[in-house]
């Protein structure tokens, strides 16, 4: 609960609730693991880098984080 409360904080003017994602731009694919799907059979699974790029609402501030993300099977 509190991870929640501060990710969504403005590191600049402190205000809770006020980052709002601007922009996503893809960084490339970090790995590739097979796993299996509900019918059984196994498939490539990428996994990539992705740059999320934030926005403060009331004061302008921008920040960024990098995360990776799980493409679909």
Do not use: P, W
């Amino acid at each position: 609960i509190i991870k929640f409360l501060f990710a969504r904080r403005c590191s600049s003017c402190k205000r809770r609730f006020s980052m709002r994602v601007v922009n996503e731009e893809f960084l490339g694919h970090t790995k590739k693991t097979r796993e299996k799907g509900s019918d059984g059979k196994y498939y490539d699974v990428y996994y990539s880098k992705i740059k999320v790029t934030r926005q403060c609402k009331h004061c302008g501030h921008q920040d960024f984080y990098i995360e990776e993300r799980k493409g679909e099977i």
